[in-house]
């Protein structure tokens, strides 16, 4: 534009001149013309070097035409310096101005930049190449592809990385000794286990709806009631079998309280067969800790809150560190059984094709203090194979009981094909079409409710750390009144896939969650404020709701269409583990993650 100008103006000036300057003479008209032109582009650098002051340079050997010329040019880049462009460029131009040349240079030249040459110049600054991450990681599953998919490059190093997507046994002992610098991301708060030890997190629910209830009333403390009636034994023992008298008949799940995918689960209607658990899992216990005393072998990794004893030995008080003496961990626990937590069951689960499921939820948050919370819209159910009864006779019976995939996979009627899992979206349209919407839209902002809860009662107990981030797998189970129930939080939900189309949605699930933590500093702003949406992921709470513009008739995106991107199938991981495992491997993983 700058350029453009000038040239369109001296034109004028050379004809102007040529009329002053007329003669006979060919020669001296040419030598005229040729040197008010020169003189007219210097002016035009003198006048844009002082563009910007309040004083012109002297000009007293300029001659009364010489003035003239650089007033009208003056006016002319005084107009000029008002666009945006012309600063943003002196600033380019000055910094990349060689040392020889001088500031008169320099600034005559940004003058004459057109807007295109700008435009390729501030692209050029802002294309900078991506930095490249440096992962460590213990997985050879999804994980591993969505990392090598990105360009990250893995590192065996200890401390030398970027990203480390550690298990809790990491966590728990290198975590609390290690200085991460101000880049550096893990996957895991250091006491998650406040949220995803079911034990832990039965205590800190019913903690927050006391607390409610107290300064609210017990309408808001109702609102927290979506955990079924729990105790966890063997400490509330007694508490459990007045309930039990109560209520005789009725059935109940038993849970270990730090293991997942379905391990260790069994149904009881009999408060003998409470006693029977005892014994058997004392006899067990005492068995386990003698032989690891007597091999100075330790438990699993240490670290566990809550009391008892987890199968594979466990931590003691809340907040242990891997540090301690494993064997003084496991004898403390030498004349009690494994912790289990016993749970009312649901009895009226609603069933699609006379079947039962659950619902899994992939939440991540990315801070405690505030509390930032996002939530994926491609959950998924998974489904059991047998048709649900309450008959007594099957009430052993898993493959009706329980929807985990380690349990359902090995069911003679489970096609491995077709897997067992049922998109999130489907969920919705199909209960849209029973229930209508209202229904539904209530069901699912219940269903967000009950996550940002479930988060909000853990708040103040976890341990903020700016370098820290959870992806959280919550199971949640709806029953025959559209009512949600909350079974359990996962610290590290599994990310194996059965099919490819499972492996395309976690595939794409995990690369949203990479985008919103953004280590390769691709979408970072000056306000530094979370985006509402990225990917799949909706930000739900930033120290308080986010109210979204709304351009559905839902009030909660979860289950929204999101389309599901096919993820390189020469990468596909169906079934596989832990590096030179197998699938068995990666439900180690998850438990491992569990297990405190």
Known sequence: ML???????????????????????????????????????????????????????????????RLSIESTLLQKDKRAKEEPFASATTFHIRQRSPATTSTTTSTATFTTLTNSQLLLQQQTVQTQPTPTIRFKTHLRNTVLDVFKDRGWKETDSDADWDFHWADVHWVHEMFDHMYLGEGQR?????????????DLLVKNM?????????EYGKAEGAKFDFICTSYVLPQEHALFQEEFKRNPGSVWIMKPVGKAQGKGIFLINKISQINQWRTKNSSTSRGMATGALSNGAGGGGGGGGGSGANSGGGGGGSGAGGDKGNGAAVAADVDGPEAYIVQRYIENPYLIGGKKFDLRIYVLVTSYSPLVVHIHRNGFCRFSNHQFTMNVKDISNLYIHATNVAIQK???????????????????????SKHGTQAVN???????????????????????????FELYGYDILIDNDLKPWLLEVNASPSLTAETQFDYDLKHQMLNDAFDVLDLEKRYTTADKKPRNKVGGFDLVYNDGPVKQERTIHYSSYLGCHHPIVRAPRVKKRLGGGRAGAGTEEEEEEEEEEEEE
């Open 3 to 65: 350029q453009s100008d000038a040239s369109t103006f001296l034109p004028s000036i050379h004809g102007a001149s040529s009329n002053g300057l007329q003669n006979n003479n060919p020669a001296a008209n040419q030598s005229a013309s040729t040197s008010l032109q020169s003189l007219s582009t210097s002016s035009l650098s003198t006048a844009s070097l002082y563009s910007n002051a309040s004083v012109l340079p002297p000009t007293s050997t300029a001659t009364p035409s």
């Open 186 to 198: 893990i996957n895991h708060f250091r006491n998650h286990y406040e949220l995803t030890r079911k």
């Open 206 to 214: 019913k903690r927050m709806i006391k607390t409610m209830e107290k």
């Open 410 to 432: 090995h069911s003679p009627h489970y096609d491995s094909d077709k897997g067992c899992k049922w998109l999130l979206r489907n969920l919705k349209t199909f209960l849209t």
């Open 442 to 468: 209530t069901l699912f902002t219940d269903m967000e409710a009950l996550v940002v809860r479930s988060l909000l009662s853990v708040q103040k107990v976890m341990i903020h750390d700016k370098h820290c």
